[in-house]
């Protein structure tokens, strides 16, 4: 079994800012938590998905989603958690960046090679991960597809040969689907295990209950 090496992280850096979430933490994945009851994803970083597989270096194949899930369950679960809101996200969950007994619990997630840092919106966990990778912590002592690729990935493969309008659920749990060259096209991600999905027609769409795009 890969290592988490917890000594060589010596400190982390104390969330700020007052928590305007708290409650013990309920882990569902990785990066994504309850707590006190509200649906947290976590700020700044990107964990495996559930199902993602990874390669050792001896070539063996490792479910290592569902292992950096376990690991954060192991570390958090059931603690007391504290959190300030960042932003909202397309699915409706609050990020936000959250502590457990004084400590930023992305910046360790990250510093034991459990998820990645999420350039993309934040730059605030990049030192943490590239001395994880330096030390071959968790994750990183394997050959691994970035979470962001991955999804990019399974998106593609689960997209049905023909079918290009993109079936999306708001925010506000509206169901919208984008034919090619709308406005919001490019833009959209379609995840089947929140029950998006591609389409062959408006018509078909509109059957199923979802309505055009304004864009």
Known sequence: MLRICFA??????????????????????????????????????????LDQTCTRVSGQGWECGAWATQQVRNLYGGQAAQCTSVTQDRYGRTVARCSVQGNDVGQAI????????????????????IRAKSAAVGLHAARIALPWDHRAAKQTSDKPANCAIKGNISAKGERIFHRPGQ???????????KGERWFCSADEARREGWRAAKN
């Open 8 to 49: 060589f992280v010596l400190a982390f850096v104390p969330v700020v800012g007052f928590a305007d979430l708290s409650g013990p933490a309920r882990v569902i994945d990785a990066d994504t938590w309850d707590v006190g009851g509200t649906r947290v994803r976590l700020h700044g970083i990107d964990a495996p998905e």
């Open 110 to 129: 990250v510093s034991y090679g459990l998820a990645f840092a999420f350039r993309k919106y934040s730059t605030d966990y990049v030192g943490a991960e």
């Open 183 to 193: 406005s919001y096209y490019a833009r959209t991600r379609i995840s089947m295990a």
